[in-house]
């Protein structure tokens, strides 16, 4: 039998602030049946403020990569849930290989997103 660790909370980062100044607690849409890992790339949205994944194609917000998720949520509900998780989205390093994306972005999607990350003060290292 094969056992296959998943991300473990937090492994993606490289480097933080002191304390938890680089993290703030926010709520986080989570779709139906889904599993959002540690180091998915979130985004803001703008007329409510609640996270969701990031998506170059939105127009909401979440065009806008604002943070990486610390630990993983999970939905097992047939709808979206409103879930409270943790972001690093301020003055951090992140491992670059260990960032989850939503499915379906491409890599200048990807290229896109650590460019938002960096301008909010979250550097994707190799």
């Known amino acids: 039998m094969v056992?296959?660790?998943g991300a473990n909370t937090g492994e993606f980062i490289l480097a933080e602030s002191p304390g938890t100044i680089s993290r703030d607690k926010v709520t986080v849409t989570v779709?139906?049946?889904?599993?959002?890992?540690?180091?998915?790339?979130?985004?803001q949205l703008s007329a409510d403020g609640k996270y969701v994944e990031y998506d170059n194609s939105g127009s909401?917000?979440?065009?806008?990569?604002?943070g990486v998720l610390y630990g993983e949520l999970v939905n097992d509900t047939e709808a979206p849930v409103d879930k409270t998780?943790?972001?690093i989205n301020w003055g951090a390093e992140v491992r670059?290989?260990?960032?989850?994306?939503k499915?379906?972005?491409?890599?200048?999607?990807?290229t896109a997103g650590k460019a938002d990350l960096a301008a909010r003060g979250?550097?994707?290292r190799a």
């Open 103 to 110: 499915s379906g972005l491409s890599g200048s999607d990807e």
């Open 31 to 43: 779709p139906a049946s889904t599993t959002l890992p540690p180091g998915r790339v979130l985004a």
């Open 60 to 66: 909401d917000g979440s065009e806008q990569a604002a």
């Open 96 to 101: 670059s290989a260990d960032l989850s994306w």
């Open 85 to 87: 998780g943790v972001v």
């Open 3 to 5: 056992l296959t660790e």
């Open 122 to 124: 979250v550097k994707a």
